[in-house]
């Protein structure tokens, strides 16, 4: 059991993502966060990486007035149709959403005013390469903003889930491609080291989401790319490890999970 099937993760987590996106406090301050350190003007035009059900593309097209536009991309064909789904009851109408994958961009250089990627660039193959394209598309002065996980992933239930998973099943791959870089100062020097800026600048925000139920914390985890390992896992193992979480969160009576995003911010150089 090997690898990171996130095109497939996120086919099967689309329903409970968009769901809970607009929900879950932290995930709005993501959005809210990303949006205003893309500084964006009437008329721009911005890309945003990994849109998911498009929370950020939504926000950012409500201020790219005139004749300002955002494209979406997303390598989940499901997260895709969630999106267009939201612009559409939403009757936001400057967006176009596109499956696509992030390590194979063909965009014209110097294509966008700003690019947004949002809790999407530890999935990429290959982060120096993409950092360098999302440089290569933006016209000079335009703004990257980025967010990343920290340390704190859905902490508590994320621990739990995964010390059960490996004790039901213990061949199971745990490979968390956020991990590679958890580290703020990794992100900076990605960032840094792939193009040329004036400035930059990094923020961190351990946010609480609260639960309404015990039983929102295993709703959280299949919303997210935790549902990986769900998809390693037989059908009882599942059901067996729902219980025993649900169980756990009751006995403990955890209300709120903890979301550690780091942020980078910069304007190419002109
Ligand atoms: C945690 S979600 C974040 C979604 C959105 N940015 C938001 O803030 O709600 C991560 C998204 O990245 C997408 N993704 C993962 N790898 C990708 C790739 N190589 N290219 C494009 N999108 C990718 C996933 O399909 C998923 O929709």
Not at 163 to 175: G, K
Request: proline share 2%.
């Amino acid at each position: 059991m090997t690898g990171f099937d996130v095109q497939r993760t996120y086919d099967l987590a689309s329903k409970t993502y968009n769901e809970l996106r607009d929900l879950s406090s932290s995930l709005v301050t993501v959005t809210d966060t990303i949006t205003r350190n893309l500084d964006i003007s009437s008329g721009d035009r911005i890309l945003d990486v990994g849109c998911g059900t498009g929370s950020v593309s939504l926000s950012a097209a409500r201020l790219a007035t005139g004749a300002g536009s955002v494209v979406g991309v997303d390598i989940s064909q499901s997260m895709v149709e969630f999106a267009r789904i939201n612009a559409r009851n939403a009757g936001v109408d400057n967006i176009e959403f596109i499956v696509c994958d992030m390590d194979e961009f063909n965009f014209p250089a110097e294509s966008f005013d700003s690019l947004a990627c949002a809790l999407a660039l530890f999935f990429s193959r290959d982060m120096p390469e993409v950092i360098s394209s999302f440089w290569r598309l933006l016209r000079p002065g335009g703004r990257l903003a980025l967010a990343t996980l920290g340390r704190n992933i859905l902490h508590p239930v994320s621990g739990a889930f995964l010390d059960l998973a490996q004790l039901y099943t213990p061949d199971l791959d745990v490979s968390a491609p956020w991990n590679k870089v958890e580290d703020l100062s990794h992100l900076r020097r990605l960032v840094e080291e792939a193009g040329t800026y004036e400035r930059i600048s990094l923020d961190h925000q351990d946010a609480v989401m609260n639960l309404e139920s015990a039983k929102d914390g295993w709703e959280y985890l299949m919303g997210s790319g935790f549902r990986n390992y769900i998809m390693q896992l037989d059908k009882d193992t599942v059901e067996r490890i729902r219980r025993d979480i649900n169980e756990w969160m009751e006995r403990n009576a955890i209300r709120h999970l903890t979301l550690g995003v780091n942020y980078v911010t910069a304007v190419k150089s002109t």
